[in-house]
């Protein structure tokens, strides 16, 4: 009598959701093409945000600081009889915060449904990604999770934040009580 060898049905491969920040990524990738980015400095390395999140850019105005607050929220500014939460980059990803001057740029952007101004070294140009030149970010960045990805352009490597994940809602919510005295 033979033996028939059990067979095992193969598994149904099973799909692995795609990284939240991989697939945002794309979708913003894939949306129209080429997409322009306001690219900035931080330091010496550049970053950019999605032109469709910056409402303007100024240069830095008086602030109120905000007792309490998150170290990256460095106060408020009345914009336009607005009041905006102002927020150090620097200090969002982790890098060592500088003095301001007058000639600190603010790049006021849309996140989490509110306007926030984000202080940056050096703003640089708004630029057109050529398509095809976004790439996911490598887990082993820190920033990895608050990224759309990393293009290569001819100014160098450029780190595409998402704005949404990039200011953390808590940090916005910090804001809550001063914004509701001005309301």
Not at 97 to 104: F, H, I, K, N
Not at 129 to 137: H, N, S, V
Request: hydrophobic share 45%; charged share 20%; with cysteine.
């Amino acid at each position: 009598m033979s033996r028939k060898k059990k067979t095992e049905e193969p598994a149904s491969p099973v799909q692995q959701p795609e990284p939240a920040d991989t697939a945002v990524a794309s979708a913003w990738q894939t949306n129209g093409g080429s997409q322009q980015v306001v690219m900035f400095r931080l330091a010496e390395q550049l970053y950019a945000l999605p032109i469709e999140s910056v409402q303007e850019i100024q240069q830095i105005v008086e602030f109120t600081p905000v007792p309490d607050g998150s170290p990256a929220l460095v106060g408020m500014i009345d914009l336009r009889g607005g009041v905006v939460p102002a927020i150090d980059l620097r200090a969002l990803i982790g890098m060592a915060v500088q003095d301001y001057a007058l000639d600190t740029p603010m790049i006021f952007c849309r996140t989490h449904g509110r306007l926030v101004a984000l202080l940056v070294d050096g703003v640089e140009d708004v630029v057109l990604l050529p398509e095809g030149c976004m790439q996911p970010p490598s887990n082993l960045y820190d920033l990895a999770d608050r990224m759309f990805g990393i293009c290569k352009l001819p100014a160098g490597l450029v780190i595409i934040l998402d704005p949404d994940r990039i200011v953390p809602d808590t940090t916005l919510s910090d804001t809550s009580l001063e914004r509701e005295a001005f309301l």
